[in-house]
Each structure stands twice: as structure tokens, then as C-alpha cells.
């Protein structure tokens, strides 16, 4: 099983739309590329801590590439603003990729070449070696499993039935 982190706005929704898919074997909410360990909702909010929201994401390889990884958090972000998601605006939503190997790196770089082509200079995913990443508090995992009406700015219709679990 692998892992990568991804910043592409309010987790709630980036964490609801990758659990659906064949090979995610699980998920988490929290904060990462910040000033301090451990923050709080509120620190991040306020901008006392600097860090995005993000989504840890273990997944099965032999199921699920990291290449196909991509092109579902490109379904749904924005890659030419920065700082912003939707209706969400500020540093804690600017988005990155936080991978933990130098090969994992090298797969982002060249799949975002590829895919902009000559747009790529224009992209504002940051592509990091993951570090210091912090969970959310427990209100926050699975928030809109637990809260079916709360606002996301990610379509979560965009997975197709046959890129379902259980499908």
C-alpha cells in the first residue's frame, strides 16, 4: 500500500470524493506545509499556523495508480489559482501534491507535463516531499459522512459507477 497527501481545497470534500474510488483503502483529514506541529481549525483559519488542508490517502497501486490518483484531483481543482477552491479563498486552500519518494515526485512532474503541455509554467500545484503532517480533529474525519448537507466545493458525481467501491 502507498500514500500520498493532496491539497485541493476544503478537505471535507476532496477526502468524501476519493473514498468512493476502487482502491482507496483509506483516508484522513489534516493539515500539512505549515509553521508549527499540531494546529488547530481555528489556528489555520486565522492564519497563526500556515498550513493547507489535505487529505492523506492510502491506496493500493495494483489497483489504483498514482497517475489515476491525478487525474481525479484534476477532475475537480483548479490548477491556475492560487490560494483558492471553488468559494473557498485563502492560503489554506492553495493546493499541492505531498508525495514520499523522489520517484513519486518524478511521476507528478511528468504526468503535469504532459498534461499541460505548454500550460504547465502556469500551474500552481506545488509538488512536495511530505512532511509533518497532522491530523484534523475527529469533527472533521468523515465530515460529510456524518453531515450529508455540508457545503464542497468538489462534485463528488464526477466518480463514475465503475470507478466505485462496491460498484
Known sequence: MKKVILAGGCFWGVEAYFK?????????V??????????TYDEVCIGV????????????????????????????????????????????YRSGIYVFSDFDADVVNAYFKSYFKDDYNRVQIKVKMAKDYDKAEAYHQDYLDKNP???????????TKDEKKNA
Do not use: W
Not at 67 to 90: A, C, M, S, W, Y
Open 49 to 92: 499556523a500556515t498550513h493547507t488542508e489535505a487529505v492523506e490517502v492510502f491506496y493500493d497501486e495494483t489497483v489504483l495508480s498514482l497517475e489515476k490518483l491525478l487525474e481525479h484531483f484534476l477532475r475537480f481543482v483548479n490548477p491556475f489559482t492560487l490560494n483558492r477552491q471553488g468559494h473557498d479563498i485563502g492560503k489554506q
Open 20 to 28: 468512493q474510488l476502487k482502491g482507496v483503502e483509506e483516508t484522513s
Open 30 to 39: 489534516g493539515y500539512i506545509d505549515g509553521n508549527k506541529r499540531y494546529p
Open 149 to 159: 448537507g455540508g457545503y464542497c466545493h468538489v462534485n463528488l458525481n464526477l466518480v
